[in-house]
Each structure stands twice: as C-alpha cells, then as structure tokens.
C-alpha cells in the first residue's frame, strides 16, 4: 500500500545520505513518512520544431529547463509570448509566417538557456571532493565579485527580447 511506498523512500533517502552528518539523518527520521515525496527532474534538449498547422508552443512546452537555469522557465515563457504576439501581430493573415518568425528568434536563446542549465546542474552533482571544493570557491569568489549579479542584470536587460519598460500597443 501507500504506506509501504513512503517508507521505502525514506529507506532509500536515509541509504543516498549515508555519509552526511547524524544530523541530516535524524531529520529524516523524524519526518513522517507521508511527508517524504519525491518529484523527478528530467532533462531534455529543447525541440527542433515548435509548430505544425495551426498550434504553436511555447515555453517548457518546446524548450523545458531544470531549476538549475536560475528561474529562466517562467520568465522565457513570457518572453516566448512576446514574441509570438508581435509576430502574430505583424503576420495577421499568415499564421505559418507568425510562427516561422517566432521560432526562429527565439529558438537560439532558449537553447543556450537550456544548455547552461544542463551544465550547472552536472557541476551541482560532481561527487568529486576535490572538484566540488574548486567549484564552491569559484562560485564563491564569482558571488563576492558581483560577477553572477552582472550576468543576470546582462541577461535582463541586454539579452531578453522584452524592453524594460514595455512600449507595446496593439490597435483597437
């Protein structure tokens, strides 16, 4: 039953912490087993096509990223919508136009987002001490700098198809 299934993963995370400190441990024994859950990610490269006909994607839809993107998924998806509406926009009677338009000015963007993402998260799971000491104080130094602030800022307001200050009218 259900029960069975929360306790096995409590056995299976008490089995991944095995060398942590006793600390670590006790917290998971003192959770209650209902309270253990476990949601998968999944990696995947983004899509090559985002539309057929007349439905297009957007989003996690065509190019899903991992937490590791720094919260990218939300903020690309409305940046997709942007895009899309301005392209729809300028392509009224041809939908396919729109569509072409929107998938290739976004499609290299949200591809080099995805792939940051894959590359963060496999330095966050090196299970090389030495590796994982070089990393931590790179991030360090990267933090104390403000060089992550700068990257993201770049990103924002450089990088990202939507201005700042939105200047978007549609006409009635």
Excluded at 71 to 95: R, T
Excluded at 100 to 123: N, S
């Amino acid at each position: 039953g259900i029960n069975a299934e929360y306790g096995a993963k409590k056995d299976i995370l008490n089995k991944l912490l095995d060398n942590f400190i006793p600390e670590v441990r006790q917290l998971v024994d003192l959770t209650p087993t209902e309270h253990i859950l476990h949601f998968g990610l999944y990696d995947r490269d983004p899509l090559t096509t985002w539309f057929k006909d007349r439905v297009v994607l957007l989003g996690d839809a065509c190019h899903a990223t991992l937490p590791t993107s720094g919260g990218q998924g939300a903020n690309m998806a409305l940046e997709d919508s942007f895009v899309l509406a301005q392209a729809v926009h300028k392509h009224k009677e041809d939908v396919g136009a729109a569509f072409k338009e929107y998938q290739h000015i976004r499609m290299k963007r949200t591809a080099e987002i995805v792939k940051i993402g894959q590359r963060v998260a496999k330095m966050e799971m090196m299970d090389n001490s030495f590796l994982c000491s070089v990393r931590d104080w790179l991030l360090g130094q990267m933090m104390r700098r403000g060089v992550l602030v700068k990257m993201m800022e770049d990103e924002i307001l450089h990088k990202s198809p939507v201005p700042a200050h939105p200047v978007f009218d549609f006409p009635n």
